[in-house]
């Protein structure tokens, strides 16, 4: 499924870029989401799903296809598997932005498949979950991220508890070295809570249905035991 989303943030362009593109650094603001290692340009991490008192866990990893610093345009290819063997998802996110008087207009498409217990969601429930979740991120970086001074490019550097790990080679040629990171663990997004309404219209259906299966189940025991 396709879905689009588009924001905001009062922070020029140049400044803007540079902090969208730090995976690490705006890490902590993607809800469900933990930054585990970093090994080239290659992120992996999990992502927590929660649908009723169903949990997921995507463990997965998400590298860039293309990052044009003059256009201003980002692809990202992000896939991940349910720990427990139960679905997988994907997706390319292409991410523009756009000069808006003093601050920044983003646009953000993104290519999203999935399996599995999550697949249970339509099209236009996914849309309003990926905008409401948008929202929680726009807030969380204008708010910890975007706050303070002005930001310039730099070298990237190891967040408090990064801990790399030691670099080998048997033929002498030099190896990527991964970066382990010690970010918190994150809350599961709550896709029911996220989705409200229309997942409950949806829900209520199947959980009467289950309801009526398991009296009719218990009922024929009864019988079966008289």
């Known amino acids: ?27 902590p603001a993607l809800p469900g989401a933990q930054l585990q290692e970093i090994e080239g340009d290659e992120y992996r991490g999990i992502v927590k799903v929660k649908v009723g008192p169903i949990t997921a866990q995507y463990k997965g990893k998400a590298t860039f296809v293309e990052k044009d610093d003059v256009n201003h345009k980002a692809v990202l290819k992000a896939e991940g ?11 390319m996110i292409t991410a523009t932005l756009e000069p808006d008087g003093a601050g920044t ?24 979950v990926s905008t409401k979740l948008l929202n929680q991120f726009v807030e969380q970086l204008e708010t910890t991220i975007l706050t303070g ?7 990237p550097v190891a967040h408090p508890g990064a ?14 070295i991964i970066r382990r990171l010690d970010h918190p663990e994150p809350e599961p997004v709550d896709l029911v809570g996220h989705a409200g ?30």
Do not use: C, Y
Not at 2 to 20: A, G, K, Q, S, Y
Not at 105 to 128: C, E, P, S, Y
Not at 149 to 155: N, W
């Open 1 to 27: 499924m396709e879905l689009t989303n588009e924001f905001r943030v009062e922070r020029p362009v140049d400044e803007t870029w540079i902090v969208l593109t730090d995976v690490e650094r705006i890490a």
């Open 81 to 91: 598997r349910d720990t427990k063997g139960q679905g997988n998802a994907s997706a």
């Open 105 to 128: 207009n983003v646009k953000v498409h993104t290519d999203l498949t999935v399996t599995g217990k999550v697949a249970q969601f339509g099209r236009g429930i996914m849309a309003d």
């Open 149 to 155: 001074q002005p930001v310039h490019a730099t070298e």
């Open 163 to 176: 801990e790399p790990a030691a670099a080998a080679s048997a033929d002498g040629e030099p190896t990527p």
């Open 197 to 226: 309404a229309p997942v409950a219209k949806r829900l209520v259906p199947v959980l009467v249905g289950g309801l009526l299966l398991f009296l009719f189940i218990r009922r024929l025991r009864h019988r079966h035991r008289d």
